[in-house]
Each structure stands twice: as C-alpha cells, then as structure tokens.
C-alpha cells in the first residue's frame, strides 16, 4: 500500500522526505524496528526519485532528439534562401 502513495509523490516532496529518512537514520536512537522501516522507506523513496529522473530524462533525449531532426531542414531553407 505504501508504493502506490509513493508513486503518487511528486519528485520534490520525495526527495525532502529521503532527506528527512536519512538524516533519522544518521542520527540514530531508533529501535532496530524503526530503523528498518525507515531503511525500507528511503528505499521506496529513491526508487520514486528515480523514476521521476528517468521520466525527465526521456523527455529531455525526446526533445533534444526532435530539436535534432528538425534543424537540417531548417539549415537547408536558410541555405537555399542565401543562395
């Protein structure tokens, strides 16, 4: 049940709360209970940053790839336009 509401944070509200993991973790004073669901959160929570990276870096390659394609025709009109 957990993984569906990670799945519906948005990056940043994923990222504080990984930060917020880990600093409880490096803090200590946690049963060893607590420390492993809190070690089984951050979990989650990279795994929900990663996914939110690797969306943004498709959409990023698929832009810069369309940007790609498009500018030999454009170079090619400014040509034939200079000519």
Request: negative net charge.
């Amino acid at each position: 049940m957990t993984s569906k509401v990670s799945e519906s944070l948005g990056y940043e509200q994923a990222r504080d709360e990984l930060i917020d993991v880990v600093r409880r973790l490096e803090v200590g004073g946690t049963t060893l209970e607590e420390s492993l669901a809190l070690w089984e959160r951050g979990e989650e929570l990279a795994k929900v940053c990663r996914q939110w990276l690797e969306g943004a870096r498709k959409r990023l390659d698929a832009a810069l790839a369309e940007e790609r394609s498009e500018e030999p025709s454009e170079a090619g009109s400014d040509d034939d336009g200079a000519e």
